[in-house]
């Protein structure tokens, strides 16, 4: 009787053991599932930052673009204005050397007719 006393005694150690066992190994799951979960809320709130952060940063590049674009227009009109202007001091200037030229051939006509005198 006394191995039949310590069978059983071993046996409700072993049961003991076992539902300890098991509690701790639930409980590890459970802390394991919430920490998942935890992850998983974690993660959707990062990706929503990181899609509102991309938004954000595509309005933004849009918005440079629609400036450079404006500043590349006015460049080009500021460009365009300045060869115009080029323009009429080439012709200015040709008028003033044709003015010149006419003086000069007057100012000589009058010598020659001062010396024919």
Not at 55 to 79: H, S, Y
Not at 90 to 95: A, C, F, G, N
């Amino acid at each position: 009787e006394s191995f039949q006393e310590e069978k059983s005694k071993l046996l409700e150690s072993f049961q003991e053991d076992k539902s300890k066992l098991e509690k701790r190994l639930l409980t590890a799951v459970q802390e394991a599932v919430e920490e998942r979960l935890e992850l998983e809320k974690k993660t959707e709130v990062s990706i929503a930052e990181l899609e509102s952060s991309k938004r954000q940063l595509e309005e933004l590049i849009a918005a440079v673009v629609e400036e450079n674009k404006e500043q590349l227009d006015r460049i080009q009109q500021l460009e365009s204005e300045m060869k115009a202007q080029e323009d009429r001091n080439k012709y200015l200037d040709q008028l003033l050397h044709a003015e010149i030229s006419s003086k000069t051939v007057a100012e000589e006509e009058s010598i020659r007719l001062q010396q024919d005198l």
